[in-house]
């Protein structure tokens, strides 16, 4: 198994490079890396991206209520920052143009001056994407407003812009970021956790781990000790220097998964501001409707809920602007991530807080890389590796991350989903296995020729053998990982989730070998993660 050759390797290899975190920072720097011909380790304490990186709001996106910032506000560093995301927006939909598709938003608009305000403000975000443009902005009549979304409030409407974004599916981008690192020569792991640095004459030298499924310790060098854990940055300083002040403020993200209430809804929503001053995003995703607001203050936790008061606040501003309004038993799904926000001039809002990265060294050097958002993961990577080539005085390649086709995009064409259709596969079921493995989905297909070809679900379009492909191929552990991220189940319909797990870990424990205390401790382990 690939998780068994890494931890061999984890525990008898030394590398130039060791990355703590396996999520969208940590998987970036990892692959730039390895493709400049460092030898490079990564490890990550529970499943790859299983904290900020899979509870975006699934967009891959320019940031248009940070450019209203840098406008308002005439920050530079605003504007450096969306365009720098605009053109890794186009940069991200070529290398993984399986993962990631154009999204039209809709900002409605209820007050005549919105239309100038908003029409102005999205010539700007197009004019700022440059030769990187893939649609403009452009404004919709009341009638085309509510033809593309007629669930919004019909009173009082003038109108809406229209302008694109990606959407992506975060936790398959982050895990091919990852394969492709590992293609590239890196070593990755999933549950292994760090639990002391080695630092014997004031540098650190490497890393004491753990791996959790089998509670073996050992030691592993490093010349350079890279810190991409996210919202717990500040924990793992503590252990470089238990003195060391906060470099962060936590934000939450807190989103509700609902049926679509129309199936040609097609469009995003996005409302810029709620009673608050957030903003709020009604999207599709995966079949079903995606809702969440961002920038609440809160606490580091390695796995955050969406709280009542979260459900309460999004139920409310929703209703504010459409005609169908939910209630909590339609609610299929909640979740909340983390944003680890940049300390420095940090406010009591952390709406007003720049998205812009900071790489920082300790006295002892370990190097500390947060902030930015899923958007620039690409671009706070090679900021780092040219740093960490100065670091080890080596002469490096220059990035070539932005043309390095991520895994799954090797081969992929667009046809692929009328092909595996003409083979007599489900129509969903070809578009979700396009859509979320690429050109391999080609394995997963003939896995499923033998006896894994039944749907998980019958209101889903996953299939038995994407299990098993999982086990061989993705670093799968526990049900938990195939329920939450391989597949995004168990984020759009929990129920659904509890339904299929059965299956899920008997196909699991017959690939992996797993006693009853495994099932066991299978079982508990995806409880504690719904």
């Not at 605003?78 to 939909?93: D, G, M």
């Not at 893939?134 to 009082?156: D, N, Q």
Request: proline share 5%; hydrophobic share 40%.
């Amino acid at each position: 198994m690939l998780r068994t050759e890494s931890i061999r390797r984890l525990k008898t290899d030394s590398f130039d490079v060791l990355v703590i975190g396996g999520g969208a920072t940590g998987a970036g720097i990892a692959l730039d890396a390895a493709a400049r011909g460092l030898k490079v380790a990564l490890v990550e304490q529970n499943d790859f991206g299983s904290g900020t990186s899979s509870r975006s709001t699934k967009l891959v996106h320019g940031g248009v209520r940070y450019l209203e910032q840098a406008v308002l506000h005439l920050d530079r560093s605003q504007f450096r920052l969306v365009r720098e995301a605009l053109r890794e927006r186009k940069i991200l939909s070529e290398i993984a143009p399986h993962l990631v598709h154009w999204l039209p938003l809709l900002i409605p608009m209820y007050r005549r001056f919105e239309a100038t305000y908003y029409n102005a403000g999205l010539r700007m975000y197009d004019w700022l994407a440059g030769k990187n443009l893939v649609h403009r902005s452009r404004f919709a009549s009341p009638r085309e407003a509510l033809e593309l979304c007629p669930f919004l409030k019909k009173s009082g409407l003038k109108g809406g812009v229209i302008y694109y974004d990606g959407q992506f599916d975060d936790a398959r981008m982050n895990l091919s970021i990852l394969l492709t690192a590992q293609e590239k020569g890196a070593v990755i792991s999933n549950y292994v956790s760090v639990t002391d640095l080695i630092n014997p004459k004031g540098q650190i030298t490497g890393a004491k781990l753990r791996d959790k499924l089998s509670g073996e310790q050992w030691e592993i060098s490093a010349s350079i000790v890279i810190n991409a854990t996210g919202p717990l940055t500040d924990q793992l300083r503590k252990l470089d220097s238990p003195q060391s002040s906060p470099l962060l403020k936590v934000s939450s993200g807190a989103h509700l998964v609902l049926p679509l209430p129309t199936p040609q809804f097609a469009i995003g929503i996005l409302i810029p501001k709620t009673h608050d001053k957030r903003v709020l995003f009604v999207l599709p995703w995966q079949g079903k409707m995606l809702v969440g607001t961002t920038d609440n203050p809160a606490e580091a936790s390695p796995d955050p809920k969406a709280t009542e008061s979260d459900v309460s606040f999004i139920l409310d501003e929703y209703s504010r602007y459409f005609d169908v309004t939910p209630n909590r038993n339609d609610i299929l799904s909640t979740w909340s991530g983390l944003r680890p926000l940049a300390h420095e001039n940090a406010s009591d809002s952390t709406a007003s807080l720049s998205r812009d990265h900071v790489i920082h060294e300790s006295p002892s050097g370990l190097m500390s890389v947060f902030g930015g958002k899923w958007t620039t993961y690409r671009l706070m990577a090679e900021e780092a590796v040219d740093l960490i080539s100065s670091r080890l005085s080596k002469s490096l390649a220059p990035c070539s991350t932005q043309k390095i086709k991520l895994h799954g995009a090797q081969n992929f064409k667009e046809n692929l989903q009328s092909q595996w259709e003409e083979q007599g596969v489900r129509s969903s079921t070809a578009t979700h296995l396009k859509g979320t493995y690429g050109d391999k989905s080609k394995a997963i297909l003939e896995i499923a020729k033998g006896a894994h070809g039944n749907l998980l679900h019958p209101d889903y379009p996953f299939i038995e053998a994407e299990v098993v492909y999982s086990a061989r191929q993705e670093f799968v552990v526990h049900s938990a990982d195939i329920l939450f991220r391989r597949t995004r189940l168990a984020f759009l319909d929990k129920k659904a989730a509890e339904i299929c797990y059965p299956r899920v870990q008997s196909l699991l424990a017959q690939e992996l070998g797993w006693t009853d205390k495994e099932k066991e401790a299978d079982f508990l382990h995806f409880k504690s993660q719904l």
